[in-house]
Protein backbone atom coordinates (compact mmCIF):
# COMPACT_ATOMS: atom_id res chain seq x y z
CA UNK A 1 0.00 0.00 0.00
CA UNK A 2 1.60 3.48 -0.83
CA UNK A 3 1.95 5.53 2.22
CA UNK A 4 4.07 8.26 2.84
CA UNK A 5 6.15 6.29 5.41
CA UNK A 6 6.58 3.33 2.39
CA UNK A 7 7.18 5.70 -1.22
CA UNK A 8 10.49 5.99 -0.62
CA UNK A 9 11.12 2.04 -0.89
CA UNK A 10 9.37 2.39 -4.92
CA UNK A 11 11.74 5.52 -5.48
CA UNK A 12 12.83 4.53 -8.83
CA UNK A 13 14.35 7.70 -10.03
CA UNK A 14 18.41 6.69 -8.98
CA UNK A 15 18.32 3.68 -11.04
CA UNK A 16 19.91 3.66 -14.66
CA UNK A 17 16.36 2.60 -15.58
CA UNK A 18 13.29 2.36 -13.79
CA UNK A 19 12.54 -0.76 -15.06
CA UNK A 20 15.66 -2.49 -13.58
CA UNK A 21 15.87 -4.52 -10.44
CA UNK A 22 17.02 -2.98 -7.20
CA UNK A 23 19.46 -4.81 -4.71
CA UNK A 24 16.83 -5.70 -3.14
CA UNK A 25 14.68 -7.31 -5.87
CA UNK A 26 17.72 -9.33 -7.13
CA UNK A 27 18.61 -10.38 -3.55
CA UNK A 28 15.32 -12.39 -3.97
CA UNK A 29 15.20 -13.20 -7.82
CA UNK A 30 18.52 -14.08 -8.11
CA UNK A 31 19.09 -17.49 -6.03
CA UNK A 32 16.13 -19.07 -8.46
CA UNK A 33 17.76 -18.85 -11.87
CA UNK A 34 20.12 -21.82 -12.47
CA UNK A 35 23.91 -21.67 -12.37
CA UNK A 36 25.58 -22.61 -15.58
CA UNK A 37 26.48 -26.05 -16.17
CA UNK A 38 29.21 -27.62 -15.34
CA UNK A 39 31.99 -28.49 -17.56
CA UNK A 40 33.14 -25.87 -20.90
CA UNK A 41 33.88 -22.29 -20.37
CA UNK A 42 33.17 -20.12 -17.63
CA UNK A 43 29.37 -18.23 -17.91
CA UNK A 44 30.68 -14.81 -18.85
CA UNK A 45 26.86 -13.18 -19.09
CA UNK A 46 25.52 -11.60 -15.79
CA UNK A 47 22.44 -12.81 -15.12
CA UNK A 48 20.91 -9.50 -13.68
CA UNK A 49 21.91 -7.31 -16.89
CA UNK A 50 19.67 -10.12 -19.05
CA UNK A 51 16.88 -9.92 -16.59
CA UNK A 52 17.14 -5.79 -16.95
CA UNK A 53 17.12 -6.32 -20.34
CA UNK A 54 13.64 -8.29 -20.59
CA UNK A 55 11.88 -6.08 -17.99
CA UNK A 56 12.70 -3.05 -20.53
CA UNK A 57 11.38 -4.71 -23.24
CA UNK A 58 8.24 -5.32 -20.76
CA UNK A 59 7.86 -1.89 -19.75
CA UNK A 60 8.86 0.16 -22.16
CA UNK A 61 7.81 -1.67 -25.34
CA UNK A 62 10.38 -1.11 -27.45
CA UNK A 63 11.51 -2.85 -30.49
CA UNK A 64 14.20 -5.93 -29.92
CA UNK A 65 16.54 -3.87 -32.22
CA UNK A 66 15.73 -0.16 -29.61
CA UNK A 67 17.68 -2.12 -26.60
CA UNK A 68 19.74 0.05 -25.35
CA UNK A 69 23.58 -1.36 -25.95
CA UNK A 70 24.36 -0.85 -21.95
CA UNK A 71 22.16 -3.90 -21.76
CA UNK A 72 23.39 -7.10 -23.27
CA UNK A 73 22.83 -8.01 -26.74
CA UNK A 74 19.50 -8.66 -27.79
CA UNK A 75 19.94 -11.90 -29.13
CA UNK A 76 21.32 -13.14 -25.36
CA UNK A 77 18.10 -11.47 -23.73
CA UNK A 78 16.22 -13.49 -26.05
CA UNK A 79 17.57 -16.69 -25.62
CA UNK A 80 17.72 -16.19 -22.06
CA UNK A 81 14.08 -15.19 -21.87
CA UNK A 82 13.28 -18.69 -24.10
CA UNK A 83 15.56 -20.80 -21.22
CA UNK A 84 13.99 -19.45 -18.26
CA UNK A 85 10.41 -20.00 -20.09
CA UNK A 86 10.78 -23.71 -21.00
CA UNK A 87 13.15 -24.91 -17.76
CA UNK A 88 10.14 -23.40 -15.73
CA UNK A 89 12.90 -20.97 -14.01
CA UNK A 90 10.20 -18.49 -14.56
CA UNK A 91 7.19 -20.56 -13.10
CA UNK A 92 9.88 -20.78 -10.01
CA UNK A 93 10.19 -17.32 -9.53
CA UNK A 94 6.59 -16.74 -9.91
CA UNK A 95 5.77 -19.28 -7.39
CA UNK A 96 8.13 -17.73 -5.04
CA UNK A 97 7.63 -14.70 -4.94
CA UNK A 98 3.28 -15.21 -4.50
CA UNK A 99 4.43 -17.01 -1.90
CA UNK A 100 6.46 -14.11 -0.25
CA UNK A 101 3.67 -11.50 -0.83
CA UNK A 102 0.92 -13.44 0.98
CA UNK A 103 2.89 -14.30 4.17
CA UNK A 104 3.76 -10.65 3.96
CA UNK A 105 0.40 -9.59 4.10
CA UNK A 106 -0.52 -12.41 7.00
CA UNK A 107 -2.55 -14.60 4.64
CA UNK A 108 -1.84 -18.56 4.15
CA UNK A 109 0.56 -19.50 0.82
CA UNK A 110 -2.43 -21.33 -0.84
CA UNK A 111 -5.29 -19.30 -1.63
CA UNK A 112 -9.05 -20.34 -0.55
CA UNK A 113 -10.75 -18.08 -3.44
CA UNK A 114 -10.32 -16.36 -6.70
CA UNK A 115 -11.84 -14.45 -9.28
CA UNK A 116 -11.49 -15.05 -13.13
CA UNK A 117 -11.88 -12.70 -16.11
CA UNK A 118 -10.79 -12.12 -19.14
CA UNK A 119 -9.11 -9.44 -21.74
CA UNK A 120 -8.93 -9.07 -25.39
CA UNK A 121 -6.66 -7.00 -26.98
CA UNK A 122 -5.91 -6.80 -30.60
CA UNK A 123 -2.83 -8.26 -32.25
CA UNK A 124 -0.17 -6.47 -34.19
CA UNK A 125 0.47 -6.84 -38.15
CA UNK A 126 1.16 -10.19 -38.30
CA UNK A 127 0.46 -13.28 -39.99
CA UNK A 128 1.77 -17.11 -41.11
CA UNK A 129 2.41 -20.55 -40.97
CA UNK A 130 4.74 -20.49 -37.41
CA UNK A 131 2.52 -18.05 -36.03
CA UNK A 132 -0.61 -18.99 -33.35
CA UNK A 133 -3.89 -18.11 -34.71
CA UNK A 134 -5.79 -15.25 -33.80
CA UNK A 135 -9.28 -14.99 -33.55
CA UNK A 136 -12.53 -12.28 -33.56
CA UNK A 137 -13.99 -11.40 -30.20
CA UNK A 138 -17.55 -10.34 -31.74
CA UNK A 139 -18.67 -8.58 -28.11
CA UNK A 140 -15.50 -6.82 -27.71
CA UNK A 141 -15.02 -6.14 -31.48
CA UNK A 142 -11.32 -7.14 -31.51
CA UNK A 143 -9.46 -9.67 -33.54
CA UNK A 144 -6.72 -11.04 -31.56
CA UNK A 145 -5.81 -13.05 -28.41
CA UNK A 146 -7.93 -13.20 -25.44
CA UNK A 147 -6.08 -13.16 -22.30
CA UNK A 148 -7.48 -15.73 -19.38
CA UNK A 149 -6.31 -14.61 -15.29
CA UNK A 150 -7.14 -16.23 -12.47
CA UNK A 151 -6.39 -13.97 -9.32
CA UNK A 152 -6.73 -14.15 -5.12
CA UNK A 153 -8.53 -11.71 -3.39
CA UNK A 154 -5.58 -8.85 -3.33
CA UNK A 155 -5.14 -9.42 -7.30
CA UNK A 156 -2.79 -11.11 -7.05
CA UNK A 157 -1.55 -13.80 -10.19
CA UNK A 158 -2.65 -17.39 -9.84
CA UNK A 159 -2.70 -18.71 -13.01
CA UNK A 160 -3.01 -17.40 -16.63
CA UNK A 161 -3.47 -18.81 -20.06
CA UNK A 162 -3.68 -16.93 -23.73
CA UNK A 163 -5.73 -18.22 -26.56
CA UNK A 164 -7.37 -17.07 -29.59
CA UNK A 165 -10.22 -14.07 -29.04
CA UNK A 166 -12.76 -16.44 -30.66
CA UNK A 167 -13.02 -18.65 -27.97
CA UNK A 168 -15.72 -18.15 -25.20
CA UNK A 169 -15.02 -17.16 -21.82
CA UNK A 170 -16.75 -19.91 -20.60
CA UNK A 171 -14.93 -22.45 -22.86
CA UNK A 172 -11.07 -20.75 -22.11
CA UNK A 173 -12.63 -20.77 -18.59
CA UNK A 174 -12.29 -24.39 -18.45
CA UNK A 175 -9.14 -23.98 -20.10
CA UNK A 176 -7.50 -22.20 -17.23
CA UNK A 177 -8.82 -24.10 -14.43
CA UNK A 178 -7.92 -27.06 -16.19
CA UNK A 179 -4.22 -26.16 -15.87
CA UNK A 180 -3.91 -25.68 -12.33
CA UNK A 181 -3.75 -29.74 -11.67
CA UNK A 182 -3.61 -29.25 -8.26
CA UNK A 183 -1.85 -26.08 -7.17
CA UNK A 184 -4.17 -24.52 -5.41
CA UNK A 185 -5.37 -27.64 -3.34
CA UNK A 186 -7.22 -25.58 -1.21
CA UNK A 187 -9.07 -23.67 -3.52
CA UNK A 188 -12.82 -23.68 -2.61
CA UNK A 189 -14.52 -20.61 -3.99
CA UNK A 190 -14.48 -19.38 -7.42
CA UNK A 191 -16.06 -15.83 -8.62
CA UNK A 192 -16.81 -14.85 -11.89
CA UNK A 193 -19.09 -12.32 -14.20
CA UNK A 194 -22.78 -13.42 -16.14
CA UNK A 195 -20.23 -15.00 -19.17
CA UNK A 196 -19.67 -17.85 -17.31
CA UNK A 197 -22.59 -18.58 -16.05
CA UNK A 198 -24.39 -22.01 -17.98
CA UNK A 199 -24.29 -24.99 -17.58
CA UNK A 200 -21.17 -25.86 -19.88
CA UNK A 201 -18.41 -23.95 -17.68
CA UNK A 202 -20.25 -25.13 -14.62
CA UNK A 203 -19.63 -29.19 -15.82
CA UNK A 204 -16.20 -28.41 -17.12
CA UNK A 205 -15.42 -26.79 -13.63
CA UNK A 206 -16.80 -30.04 -11.86
CA UNK A 207 -14.54 -32.25 -13.84
CA UNK A 208 -11.45 -30.05 -13.33
CA UNK A 209 -12.42 -28.72 -9.82
CA UNK A 210 -14.90 -30.82 -8.11
CA UNK A 211 -14.21 -28.97 -5.05
CA UNK A 212 -14.69 -25.30 -6.09
CA UNK A 213 -17.77 -23.87 -5.74
CA UNK A 214 -18.66 -20.96 -8.41
CA UNK A 215 -20.60 -17.64 -7.71
CA UNK A 216 -21.99 -15.46 -10.48
CA UNK A 217 -21.58 -11.69 -9.59
CA UNK A 218 -24.07 -10.02 -12.02
CA UNK A 219 -24.13 -6.01 -13.03
CA UNK A 220 -26.49 -4.23 -11.02
CA UNK A 221 -29.87 -3.27 -12.70
CA UNK A 222 -30.05 0.34 -11.20
CA UNK A 223 -28.22 1.32 -14.58
CA UNK A 224 -25.54 3.47 -12.61
CA UNK A 225 -22.04 2.88 -11.61
CA UNK A 226 -21.99 0.32 -8.76
CA UNK A 227 -18.47 -1.46 -7.33
CA UNK A 228 -19.48 -5.07 -7.76
CA UNK A 229 -17.77 -7.15 -5.25
CA UNK A 230 -15.16 -9.43 -6.02
CA UNK A 231 -15.08 -8.50 -9.57
CA UNK A 232 -13.75 -5.11 -9.48
CA UNK A 233 -10.18 -7.06 -8.25
CA UNK A 234 -9.45 -8.75 -11.45
CA UNK A 235 -10.39 -5.72 -13.08
CA UNK A 236 -7.79 -3.84 -11.05
CA UNK A 237 -5.16 -6.77 -11.95
CA UNK A 238 -5.99 -6.08 -15.43
CA UNK A 239 -4.87 -2.90 -15.30
CA UNK A 240 -2.39 -3.42 -13.67
CA UNK A 241 -0.67 -5.63 -16.44
CA UNK A 242 -2.03 -2.57 -19.14
CA UNK A 243 1.15 -0.67 -17.63
CA UNK A 244 3.44 -2.81 -19.44
CA UNK A 245 3.50 -1.20 -22.67
CA UNK A 246 4.69 -4.73 -24.42
CA UNK A 247 1.51 -6.16 -23.12
CA UNK A 248 -0.69 -2.85 -24.76
CA UNK A 249 -0.93 -4.85 -27.62
CA UNK A 250 -0.65 -8.49 -28.89
CA UNK A 251 2.84 -8.41 -30.20
CA UNK A 252 4.00 -12.00 -29.97
CA UNK A 253 4.20 -14.63 -32.45
CA UNK A 254 3.65 -17.31 -29.79
CA UNK A 255 1.08 -17.58 -27.23
CA UNK A 256 4.25 -19.68 -24.91
CA UNK A 257 5.84 -15.94 -25.06
CA UNK A 258 3.48 -13.98 -24.22
CA UNK A 259 2.45 -15.60 -21.73
CA UNK A 260 5.75 -15.37 -20.27
CA UNK A 261 5.70 -11.68 -20.55
CA UNK A 262 2.66 -11.53 -18.85
CA UNK A 263 3.96 -13.42 -15.71
CA UNK A 264 6.75 -11.53 -16.00
Known amino acids: MWTPEN????????LRYPSDLTD???SIVGPLIPRAKRGGNRRSVDERAVLDGVMYILST??????LPKDLPPRSTVND???RWDEDRTL???HHALYVLCREQAGREASPTAAIIDSQSVKSAEKGGPCIDASGYDAGKKIKGKKRHVLVDTQGLLMQAIIHAADIQDRDGGVLL???LFGLYPFLLKLYADGGYQGANFQAGLRTTCRQINLEIVKRSELRKFVVLPKRWI?????AWLNRCRRLAKDWECLNRRALAFLRW
Not at 7 to 14: E, L
Not at 61 to 66: I, L, S
Not at 234 to 238: A, D, F, L, S
Open 24 to 26: EEW
Open 61 to 66: GCQWAA
Open 91 to 93: DRI
Open 177 to 179: MGS
Open 80 to 82: YLR
Open 7 to 14: RPRYDRSK
Open 234 to 238: VERTI
